[in-house]
């Protein structure tokens, strides 16, 4: 009777700690990490792709070029670095560039991006860092 509540044991605790996307090959352990999907690309074969379109299409139109004191518009370049947390929120971590109009409206406009669904890892909730290099 103490062997089949051990086999019983044995086998809930199996059960109760088996994760998803997790494989274990002798002494490897690999867990399956997935990006973020854009709202919209949840039913695309290549979300990884459609997440890039969809990224330049929103920089496309929601980027507004800054002026300078003569009313000319400001180039130049930026440098963003940014999360997507758990709950598939954009939180922008730094902006660097030369000029700081363009760090500003960089700013804004990446954190006009809409609510996603977020990275897992291991089919958990993960947050997952980029860095985005933008010639404006």
């Known amino acids: 009777m103490k062997n089949i509540f051990l086999l019983v044991l044995l086998f809930i605790g199996f059960g109760a700690f088996a994760q998803d996307d997790v494989s274990v090959k002798g002494n490897k352990v690999s867990m399956k990490e997935t990006a973020p999907v854009w709202p919209g690309c949840e039913a695309s074969e290549d979300t990884k792709a459609c997440f890039n379109s969809m990224l330049m299409k929103h920089i496309k139109e929601n980027y507004k070029y800054p002026k300078n004191e003569n009313g ?65």
């Open 72 to 136: 000319e518009y400001i180039r130049g370049k930026a440098t963003i670095s940014l999360v997507v947390n758990e709950e598939g929120k954009v939180v922008v971590k730094e902006v660097t560039g030369k000029h700081p109009k363009i760090n500003k409206e960089a700013k804004r406009m990446i954190e006009a991006i809409p609510e996603m669904v977020p990275g897992q890892l291991a089919g958990k909730p993960r947050a997952i860092s980029y860095k985005i290099p933008l010639t404006f």
